[in-house]
């Protein structure tokens, strides 16, 4: 009898998913396709509606940039702690920096500065997944991007792409991770600021198409799609299409032609900026948000500086010190600061004690990041590093806390879930909490 009854439930169990895949061939659905429609009404729902950050630009120093050197000076610790530079006042009273950032410090009344990151992942390839991403990395799954989600939650904005990375996407972790690839970054394949001058990949017709052998070939496309659609419902043929479509889109566009046009800008703004790359790709990235483009991510420079790191400083830091003052400044004065969140960010900091080739190695108990506008409290200082930036000393702040804030000021809602392979829902972030304390209440 126990078998039988073993039986009888597999039999039961056959038959109702036998019902299941009959009720989705009645509906024209393939069994994964009802599996997904399944999953969809189990996972946590909730509409995404632009934010007080109407746009971000993200702003990223690959290699680890060293707290102690720029956000989180130590001026009384001892030298092989504090490092080979001094600290100096800033425009808000008891907040320094690093004498390295003498332009920040004169706009320090424009941004929050999170002193009290921290993470275990002391790999760069892992800590860069945690500040592209919000998750830790995981052997099972690709978690997308902050540009991706951004992309699938918002799409595009005045016929421009919602997505851009200056001058490409900077890492994979940068991408879509399980989203469908139609949520991509559009990258420039160029740096805007190239000796030989700038334009942007894919943004004008090849060589020898004219505007009539360009309509014709976007009428073949779309037969051609057309008909492949119609024997197979692919996410891949539907990502692709999209992809095309957007593409001509772009191509066709005034507005993003204007957009990516850094020769509307006067030498005096150019110079403003910084003639570099960091002044170029900034300057870009306020262009790219004042025309709609929702989410910018640029990287500059290289901060992995285990050696002689007062010369790396020394080499990376006053054009990117000038450049980002410029930008909040530029924001500021044309009233799109409320409207624009800049996130400055690294993979982790660096040791807190000078090693024994005056350089400072991976150190991701705790390092900085900084916010500015996009409704974040100007001129204040969350959490802190303990007296030689070993350790957070007070309110702590992990990635996922750090992402759901960022997610929030965005307007959307980091507990919805999304469909990952298998399929399955997936939290947007999984845990943490908004940093409520840095959030100004009366732009909300």
Not at 35 to 56: H, I, N, T
Not at 62 to 91: C, L, M, W
Not at 92 to 101: H, R, T
Request: aromatic share 8%.
């Amino acid at each position: 009898m126990k078998g039988c009854n073993g039986y009888q439930k597999q039999v039961r169990t056959n038959r109702r998913e036998f019902l299941q895949v009959g009720f989705a061939a009645g509906l024209g659905l393939s069994l994964p396709e009802l599996l997904k429609v399944e999953a969809r009404a189990q996972a946590k729902f909730y509409e995404s509606k632009e934010g007080v950050a109407k746009s971000l630009i993200h702003i990223y120093l690959p290699g680890g940039s060293a707290h102690q050197e720029t956000f989180d000076p130590k001026p009384y610790a001892p030298v092989e702690y504090r490092g080979p530079y001094n600290a100096i006042k800033t425009n808000v009273d008891g907040i320094q920096f690093s004498e390295n950032l003498k332009h920040l410090a004169k706009v320090a009344d424009k941004m929050t500065i999170i002193r009290s990151m921290t993470h275990g992942e002391a790999a760069h390839e892992r800590g860069t997944h945690n500040m592209f991403t919000g998750y830790r990395p995981s052997p099972a799954i690709n978690f997308p991007s902050f540009g991706a989600v951004v992309s699938h939650e918002f799409g595009s904005r005045k016929n421009l792409p919602p997505y851009i990375c200056i001058p490409n996407q900077p890492n994979q972790y940068a991408g879509t991770g399980y989203l469908s690839s139609m949520y991509g970054p559009f990258s420039l394949g160029s740096d805007p600021a190239a000796d030989k001058g700038f334009s942007v990949r894919d943004l004008t017709l090849p060589k020898g198409v004219d505007e009539a052998r360009f309509e014709r070939r976007r009428s073949l496309l779309e037969t051609v799609d057309s008909h492949f659609r119609n024997m197979e419902k692919a996410d891949n043929i539907d990502a692709m299409d999209s992809f095309y479509q957007k593409a001509y889109s772009l191509i066709g566009s005034v507005e993003a032609r204007e957009a990516f046009d850094l020769q509307k800008e006067d030498d005096k703004m150019k110079d403003r900026y910084g003639r570099n790359q960091a002044g170029m790709r900034m300057l870009l990235s306020r262009r790219l948000v004042e025309s709609g483009v929702r989410l910018v991510t640029m990287t500059y420079g290289s901060w992995d500086h285990h050696d002689r790191i007062k010369n790396g400083i020394a080499s990376q830091v006053p054009p990117f010190d000038q450049a980002l003052a410029a930008l909040l400044t530029d924001l500021d004065e044309r009233g799109l600061l409320d409207t624009t969140l800049v996130m400055v960010s690294s993979e982790f900091g660096r040791t807190p004690k000078i090693n024994k080739t005056d350089g400072r190695d991976h150190w991701p108990k705790v390092f900085s990041t900084v916010l500015a506008g996009g409704g974040i409290k100007r001129g204040y200082v969350y959490g802190s590093s303990d007296s030689l930036a070993a350790e957070p000393d007070e309110n702590p702040v992990g990635i996922e806390s750090f992402a759901k804030t960022v997610y929030a000021q965005l307007g959307i809602n980091a507990d919805k879930e999304l469909i990952a392979p298998g399929p399955r829902p997936m939290e947007i972030v999984d845990g943490g909490e908004i940093i409520e304390d840095i959030i100004d209440k009366a732009s909300a």
